[in-house]
């Protein structure tokens, strides 16, 4: 018997961490059929050279909207991701009312047609997305649809009605609870609030994603909040984008790093995710108080979407108030108070080279890009270069990592953390998402001047079995799929 698609004289890194092998892999339909001796092959790829893993997995993606505006996930195809996680730092697509807006610079916007999660997958499938998606319940997105943007505690009605949404996405195949404790409306949520939503992830062995309350000077408070919502809701904690923001914070990685050791070996699991930049991104509103400017912040911040201001993309702040005139800090102003300075992403340059090797060593540490998919502007270059970059920087270029074990954090783990069932191996029966790559050669050529830049070495990306990525191609084969927790699919 014929399989669909064989690999030549491969060197498998399985994903699990154990060094790497030759042989020889077939994929039949959407699982993968042999490794060792296959079959003859309806098409054979001579790999020799290349290295065959499992599809990456993204645990960190704002990718919800995107899978609606860009089904063809190009800028993580390219780069070997099979699968995102979504719904992160409390921001989802769900719950949902069409029509109705929620928050600046939502992620979903008026016009929606889903209410649920179940809704918003069938309207992700419809679209014949190019890769898998598996999501997170955003409590940002939960509060404001049941209390709005409202600076309080919860009465009791809403937070039975906030604990009903959370359940909901739960029953139809959420992997847990995001939070975003930085970013409005969630900064105004009190630890007990978050505790009693995180509660209906439990039941279903689910975990608590956050973007923690501080990741700057009140850092280790943060992570001692975030053991607390997980010990007392009886759930996984998982840690977003781990840093120590700022340099007078730099090293603190290390201090964070042991309290969530302490609380892994009294009990709480818990993981982690890094990208391997110096800069992070996000909503430059949420981080600003007009009132109060931090100057030393605003002088390391680069403009990466300006709706208003298209010449401001791509470009430091105080090079933007050098040319116009203004101080740093009107510069900040200038561009938060024009019309649509709430669409305004930014690039924040606050992160340890350091702090980044510290983290990737640990041994539950996954990887995350965090990229924002607005394509418009000048967009962080974790967008399209994350993975690839892990694996030319800090595999071959700096040896913080083995192969196997970059692999290992990119795939298996991460899959197993957040219930990919029978995905993130190089397996028979498991399913083909698989990546083919030349170990000596892949680099992430993305930057922050040309960010949309997709990498090279990634050769082939198999997504279910089929071919979605060969040779810098984008078939168009479509075949990524809605995943629920822990559900074979």
């Given at each position: 018997?014929?399989?669909?698609?064989?690999?030549?004289?491969?060197?498998?890194?399985?994903?699990?961490?154990?060094?790497?092998?030759?042989?020889?892999?077939?994929?039949?339909?959407?699982?993968?059929?042999?490794?060792?001796?296959?079959?003859?092959?309806?098409?054979?790829?001579?790999?020799?050279?290349?290295?065959?893993?499992?599809?990456?997995?993204?645990?960190?993606?704002?990718?919800?909207?995107?899978?609606?505006?860009?089904?063809?996930?190009?800028?993580?195809?390219?780069?070997?991701?099979?699968?995102?996680?979504?719904?992160?730092?409390?921001?989802?697509?769900?719950?949902?009312?069409?029509?109705?807006?929620?928050?600046?610079?939502?992620?979903?916007?008026?016009?929606?047609?889903?209410?649920?999660?179940?809704?918003?997958?069938?309207?992700?499938?419809?679209?014949?997305?190019?890769?898998?998606?598996?999501?997170?319940?955003?409590?940002?997105?939960?509060?404001?649809?049941?209390?709005?943007?409202?600076?309080?505690?919860?009465?009791?009605?809403?937070?039975?009605?906030?604990?009903?949404?959370?359940?909901?996405?739960?029953?139809?195949?959420?992997?847990?609870?995001?939070?975003?404790?930085?970013?409005?409306?969630?900064?105004?949520?009190?630890?007990?609030?978050?505790?009693?939503?995180?509660?209906?992830?439990?039941?279903?062995?689910?975990?608590?994603?956050?973007?923690?309350?501080?990741?700057?000077?009140?850092?280790?408070?943060?992570?001692?909040?975030?053991?607390?919502?997980?010990?007392?809701?009886?759930?996984?904690?998982?840690?977003?984008?781990?840093?120590?923001?700022?340099?007078?914070?730099?090293?603190?990685?290390?201090?964070?790093?042991?309290?969530?050791?302490?609380?892994?070996?009294?009990?709480?699991?818990?993981?982690?995710?890094?990208?391997?930049?110096?800069?992070?991104?996000?909503p430059m509103w949420q981080y600003v108080n007009l009132e109060a400017i931090d100057r030393e912040w605003a002088e390391n911040v680069m403009i990466a979407s300006c709706p208003d201001?298209?010449?401001?993309?791509?470009?430091?702040?105080?090079?933007?108030?050098?040319?116009?005139?203004?101080?740093?800090?009107?510069?900040?102003?200038?561009?938060?108070?024009?019309?649509?300075?709430?669409?305004?992403?930014?690039?924040?340059?606050?992160?340890?080279?350091?702090?980044?090797?510290?983290?990737?060593?640990?041994?539950?540490?996954?990887?995350?890009?965090?990229?924002?998919?607005?394509?418009?502007?000048?967009?962080?270059?974790?967008?399209?270069?994350?993975?690839?970059?892990?694996?030319?920087?800090?595999?071959?270029?700096?040896?913080?990592?083995?192969?196997?074990?970059?692999?290992?954090?990119?795939?298996?783990?991460?899959?197993?953390?957040?219930?990919?069932?029978?995905?993130?191996?190089?397996?028979?029966?498991?399913?083909?998402?698989?990546?083919?790559?030349?170990?000596?050669?892949?680099?992430?050529?993305?930057?922050?001047?040309?960010?949309?830049?997709?990498?090279?070495?990634?050769?082939?990306?198999?997504?279910?079995?089929?071919?979605?990525?060969?040779?810098?191609?984008?078939?168009?084969?479509?075949?990524?799929?809605?995943?629920?927790?822990?559900?074979?699919?």
């Open positions: 018997m014929a399989a669909d698609l064989v690999f030549r004289n491969v060197l498998v890194i399985d994903g699990t961490g154990a060094p790497g092998f030759p042989a020889d892999v077939a994929v039949e339909g959407d699982r993968i059929m042999a490794v060792g001796e296959a079959p003859a092959g309806r098409r054979e790829v001579d790999a020799r050279g290349q290295a065959l893993c499992p599809g990456f997995v993204d645990t960190h993606s704002h990718d919800d909207g995107a899978f609606l505006r860009h089904p063809d996930m190009a800028f993580k195809l390219a780069q070997g991701v099979t699968t995102d996680v979504s719904g992160n730092c409390g921001f989802s697509t769900v719950p949902n009312e069409p029509g109705r807006e929620y928050m600046p610079g939502d992620i979903s916007g008026p016009g929606a047609g889903w209410t649920d999660l179940a809704s918003y997958f069938a309207a992700c499938m419809a679209k014949q997305p190019a890769i898998n998606n598996l999501m997170l319940v955003g409590h940002n997105r939960v509060r404001a649809h049941v209390m709005g943007m409202e600076r309080r505690a919860p009465t009791a009605d809403e937070l039975a009605a906030m604990r009903g949404h959370v359940a909901r996405a739960m029953e139809q195949g959420a992997a847990g609870l995001s939070t975003g404790l930085i970013y409005e409306p969630g900064r105004y949520a009190r630890t007990e609030e978050v505790i009693a939503l995180a509660r209906e992830a439990a039941p279903f062995g689910g975990l608590y994603a956050t973007h923690m309350r501080n990741e700057a000077d009140r850092l280790l408070e943060a992570v001692d909040e975030a053991i607390t919502v997980a010990r007392e809701a009886g759930v996984g904690l998982h840690i977003s984008h781990h840093k120590a923001a700022g340099r007078r914070n730099w090293g603190r990685v290390g201090e964070s790093l042991a309290k969530a050791d302490a609380a892994h070996a009294a009990g709480t699991s818990v993981t982690l995710d890094v990208y391997p930049y110096t800069a992070g991104s996000g201001r298209r010449e401001f993309e791509g470009r430091m702040v105080p090079d933007i108030a050098a040319s116009e005139g203004w101080t740093v800090e009107e510069a900040v102003r200038q561009i938060l108070t024009a019309p649509r300075g709430k669409e305004v992403i930014c690039i924040q340059f606050i992160i340890d080279e350091a702090d980044i090797e510290t983290n990737l060593r640990h041994p539950r540490m996954f990887i995350g890009s965090d990229g924002i998919p607005v394509l418009k502007g000048n967009p962080h270059p974790r967008l399209f270069g994350t993975m690839p970059r892990v694996l030319a920087r800090y595999v071959r270029e700096r040896g913080v990592l083995t192969l196997e074990e970059a692999v290992r954090k990119m795939t298996s783990a991460p899959c197993e953390r957040f219930g990919l069932a029978k995905r993130g191996q190089v397996r028979e029966g498991w399913f083909a998402d698989l990546v083919l790559f030349d170990p000596a050669t892949v680099e992430d050529l993305a930057t922050y001047e040309q960010p949309k830049r997709e990498p090279r070495g990634i050769r082939m990306v198999v997504v279910n079995g089929q071919v979605a990525y060969d040779d810098g191609r984008h078939t168009g084969a479509g075949s990524g799929r809605m995943l629920r927790y822990r559900q074979e699919a």
